[in-house]
């Protein structure tokens, strides 16, 4: 069985996830819980995306270019070190960004799951340790962004 | 110690306050120190005890001179400076406040008052309480009737609540009201106006104890008592400096001390506090690792067999995960990160590993972190692990802060539902609105109630315009000023202030309206073992102040909030009846105060629960080792406890606890701004036993004053040599959101680490050299804008900044020096 495909495929949404929460953390930055534990989850992905390089490299199977996220990171405190207008109103634009990152970790959720599914068949416990814990840390993250939607939907479009 | 010239100046003011206090003793008991020596000698005279002996009692009073014993009536009460809650008797003569007595058959204090306790309640005759209502016209504050104001108010509401809903109305209020202002308050915001923008500011000091009890037992309440010290062979003090924020604790645990068959204290934190200096082991973490190295000490319990297996077999789940997760924290890792010796995390493993009656505390050293909940939560862990709790001398203790914060979230003035209610159980909800007689979609319950921090962004992105302040100093307590400021001026915020006094926030009010104190209504609170105390009307209030209930009441009334029958949402006219309405609301619940009565209370304090079942009050929760972690009883299902993620009944069926408590683990995570080449220093703020919050009341009485008048930075010689610093230099000290200009006191803090006491502002800055207009005074200028992902509490105890020395005539420091800011020699390096 070809485990690379599915590593592959756990690797493309990791860094689409990468992408979204970067980009909610930026727009977002002065919601300040929406910031640090956005990109508390970037860190929990940069690390996924280090296993999966090593998986990568044992198969002999080459690693995306953009598996290195830490000029996207770095980009980012670049950014949200400057000023800004922290009075403008992101209600709307935030339950965007969080409904976007909810759908992008739930592609990663079941992308590892495949992985567990396909670690399991081949009898690869190492890989199934990476990849149950790959699910899990990612189940977490769509539930804080979960939590993180019901909690701002009411303030964003029931108050007028 | 060393004898500062500054600590002079501050003798001489102190004998001079002392010509108007003299003491007063009781002959039939221990005789206890003179009024004005308790500010040096803060915990008075010792009453050793072991721990097979009752704690003997000793009766602190203070009264002023020339009042003659028999004209003073007494009136009971309990004190209101921290969260002990002692009972005391309010002295009364030509009606006004002449002094206070401890209470000798009082269990929580045997008679004994701390240094606020004693001095605090001159505040209430302070010339400048608030005694009319204020209006904002033309830019000033100027006098108004109640009518003028309260109508103002009134229509500013129904014009809010109809161009943008409840949504747009905020309510900040408390830890200082009592149990009727409360609940009337929740009744009139939950019930009535709808909006789930209603907290208190107990979500800086006992929001974490609150979610961690919850978090590991299924409901909030403190599981011991303070006998529990009398009986204890060990305790474990976590971020919490007991001699100065409790100190009448701490005299409980000094008698202890010098008794036969002491306890034995394992302490964590950064500063040598008095607590620290009694301890076997003294772990001076970094800021923000507390998670660290309480992994680290449960990895050692784990390692070295101290776990009561059968224990955490039959009353917790969660111990596979949590011993996974906490054996990669050997001593080493742990005290790389913490800035320990890896050895002393062994030692305060093994003292706690041979411990046979442990109590744990935790306070804002815990509460006031990145990982607050977490961190709490593992100290209830260690008690669970040791099967230490449900019996004498055997707990966890999840201390407040403020006298009646326990209050806050018994009657639902914070983030909880009233009577610890389940906001995700429809059927809580449901019996909620049946005792209010509204419908049960009138009560906001589609979410958690909104904690201060996201009202505070809600008002600043505009979506909040009506926000009313009540009994708190948020221009001064909530984290950087420099942003809380810009936001309280905001054209389209309406902004009211109830309070006793001026402060720095009735400087943003558009209308203020004056409260009666404590000592001036009735009403009932709460303290951190869940004691329930009656403080009577000892005088009237001064001028038109009136009790935060009849504002609330007159409030809602005008406003013309009822019922679904259309009768009065608030019907209630007095105290004692809106108690009574309380209780009914209580009925059943974890925290029932049915069993009680203004009547019974007059006979004396009593612990919740209390019922037909138990009819005196409920000295320990869970001696039957069955908590409330099942669906239909728990407060909360839960969080994950790194990001916040709320649980909802499903997820907490299947955890399939069933009346087991919930050990949570976590990984440590870095605290969010580390020090860096720019910041090197961790600045953490704190408490000093002279003053309480925003020295509203103790900055207003001479004595408190006069032993803590002024703010200042400790720093450890090793840091303040390479800047060139001495003991009191006046210094800068930066962070990236404002600035400080303090005297600097060489203490015994750890390295790498500065403190200042957060409860200084700007009302009473004094023309010292020090203050120059400019806001360099309030320690929350320096802090960050960033709370706990679970509790929502502020981290107020980490900021990096750097600390110059700045030029001056003179070299002075007035920072006490019985405390934890006890000075050291300079070259003493550690």
């Known amino acids: 069985m070809n485990v690379g495909a599915p590593i592959e495929e756990v690797q493309s949404a990791e860094i689409a996830l990468v992408r979204q929460l970067v980009q909610l953390a930026e727009h977002h930055r002065f919601e300040s819980d929406v910031y640090q534990t956005g990109m508390s989850r ?3 992905c940069a690390q996924h995306l280090c296993q999966i390089r090593t998986l990568l490299e044992k198969l002999g199977t080459p690693v995306a270019e953009t598996a290195d996220v830490s000029g996207l990171i770095e980009g980012l405190r670049r950014a949200v070190a400057a000023p800004g207008d922290r009075t403008v109103a992101s209600g709307l634009a935030l339950l965007c960004d969080l409904r976007e990152c909810y759908a992008s970790a739930h592609r990663t959720e079941i992308s590892w799951i495949m992985l567990q599914q396909a670690a399991k068949a081949t009898r690869d416990e190492e890989l199934l340790d990476i990849a149950n814990n790959g699910a899990a840390e990612t189940e977490q993250t769509w539930k804080w962004l979960r939590t993180r939607v019901k909690d701002a939907t009411p303030q964003a479009l029931a108050a007028g | 110690m060393q004898n500062l010239a500054s600590d002079s100046r501050v003798v001489r003011v102190l004998e001079r306050r002392a010509s108007r206090v003299r003491a007063r003793r009781d002959e039939a008991v221990n005789e206890s120190a003179s009024p004005i020596g308790r500010l040096s000698d803060i915990w008075g005279d010792r009453t050793p005890h072991g721990p097979d002996e009752p704690w003997p009692t000793r009766v602190d009073q203070n009264v002023m001179d020339g009042v003659s014993a028999d004209d003073i009536t007494w009136t009971r009460s309990a004190c209101v400076l921290c969260s002990n809650g002692c009972g005391l008797d309010v002295g009364v003569s030509d009606g006004r406040i002449v002094g206070v007595r401890g209470h000798a058959d009082d269990r929580v204090n045997h008679g004994r008052l701390g240094p606020k306790g004693l001095f605090g309640w001159q505040a209430n005759q302070s010339p400048d309480r608030l005694t009319t209502p204020l209006v904002r016209r033309d830019g000033e504050l100027r006098q108004a009737t109640w009518d003028e104001a309260m109508e103002l108010v009134v229509d500013r509401s129904r014009q809010v609540l109809e161009q943008h809903g409840p949504l747009a109305m905020g309510f900040y209020n408390s830890g200082q009201l009592f149990v009727e202002d409360y609940y009337t308050l929740a009744v009139m915001v939950r019930g009535g106006i709808g ?49 100065e924020t409790h100190s009448v604790m701490w005299t409980r645990v000094l008698d202890r001390l010098r008794g036969p068959q002491p306890p034995r204290i394992v302490v964590i934190d950064p500063r040598p506090t008095r607590i620290a200096a009694e301890a076997e082991v003294h772990l001076a973490v970094l800021p923000g690792t507390n998670v660290a190295v309480l992994n680290g000490i449960q990895r050692e319990l784990i390692r070295c067999g101290a776990v009561d297996r059968q224990f955490v077999a039959n009353h917790t789940i969660g111990f596979d995960e949590l011993a996974a997760r906490t054996a990669d924290y050997d001593p080493e890792y742990v005290g790389e990160i913490c800035g320990v010796p890896a050895e002393d995390i062994r030692r305060a493993a093994r003292v706690i590993a041979e411990s046979q009656r442990l109590v744990s505390t935790c306070l804002q050293g815990v509460y006031q972190s990145h990982q607050a909940t977490a961190a709490a939560c593992q100290v209830n862990n260690i008690n669970l692990l040791r099967g230490m709790i449900g019996r004498p001398g055997c707990t966890v203790l999840q201390l407040n802060g403020q006298p009646t914060a326990q209050n806050t979230r018994e009657t639902g003035a914070d983030g909880d539902l009233t009577a610890m209610r389940n906001w995700q159980n429809p059927q809580h909800v449901a019996s909620l609105a049946a005792v209010w007689n509204v419908e049960p979609s009138k009560i906001p319950a589609w979410g958690p109630s909104t904690h201060v921090m996201q009202m505070i962004r809600y008002a600043e992105t505009g979506s909040i315009r009506f926000l009313w302040i009540i009994g708190t100093n948020p221009a001064v307590s909530l984290p950087e000023l420099g942003r809380i400021r810009s936001i309280l001026s905001q054209e389209r915020l309406f902004v009211v202030v109830s309070d006793a006094f001026p402060n720095e926030t009735t400087a943003y009010a558009d209308v203020v309206f004056p409260v009666a104190m404590w000592g001036e209504k009735e009403g009932t609170f709460t303290n951190h073992d869940r004691t329930v105390h009656l403080s009577e009307k000892a005088v009237d209030p001064p001028g038109q102040a009136r009790p935060d209930r009849e504002i609330f009441a007159d409030y809602a009334a005008r406003l013309g909030l009822t019922d679904r029958d259309g009768e009065p949402l608030v019907p209630w006219t007095s105290a004692e009846q809106c108690f009574e309405a309380f209780k009914r609301a209580t009925e059943g619940q974890t925290c029932d105060y049915t069993g009680m009565s203004y009547d019974r209370l007059r006979k004396g304090p009593v612990q919740w629960p209390c019922n037909v079942e138990h009819p005196d009050g409920t000295p320990r929760l869970y001696t039957d080792l069955w908590f409330h972690t099942t669906p239909d009883i728990c407060e909360d299902y839960g969080h994950d406890l790194l990001t916040g993620a709320a649980l909802d009944r499903k997820d907490f069926s299947a955890l399939r606890a069933d009346g087991r408590a919930i050990l949570k683990s976590v990984p440590y995570k870095p605290a969010h701004e580390p020090p860096s080449d720019e910041y090197p220093l961790v600045f953490t703020s704190g408490r000093t036993v002279y003053q309480f919050h925003t020295r509203t009341k103790t900055g207003r009485t001479p004595e408190l004053d006069a032993a803590a008048p002024e703010a200042w930075l400790e720093i450890s010689p090793i840091d303040a040599e390479p800047r060139g610093i001495h003991e009191g230099d006046l210094v800068r000290v930066e962070s990236r959101r404002g600035e400080l200009q303090l005297r600097a006191r060489l203490s015994g803090i750890r390295q790498g680490v500065v403190f200042a006491p957060f409860h200084y502002g700007y009302w009473d800055e004094r023309d010292d050299g020090v203050a120059n207009g400019s806001p360099t005074r309030a320690a929350n200028e320096l802090t960050i804008t960033d709370w706990d992902p679970v509790s929502k509490q502020p981290v107020l105890k980490v900021a990096a900044v750097r600390v110059t020395l700045m030029p001056s005539e003179e070299r002075c420091s007035t920072a006490p020096t019985a405390t934890a800011s006890a000075p050291v020699e300079e070259m003493s390096l550690r």
């Open chain 2, 195 to 243: 909006t789930p923008h209603l907290d208190g500011n107990t979500r800086l000091c006992t929001a974490t104890s609150d979610a961690a009890l919850k978090e590991t037992f299924g409901s909030d309440g403190d599981p011991g008592a303070l006998e529990d010290f009398d009986l204890c062979d060990t305790i474990f003090a976590v971020g919490h400096n007991m001699p």
């Open chain 1, 42 to 44: 970037v860190d929990v």
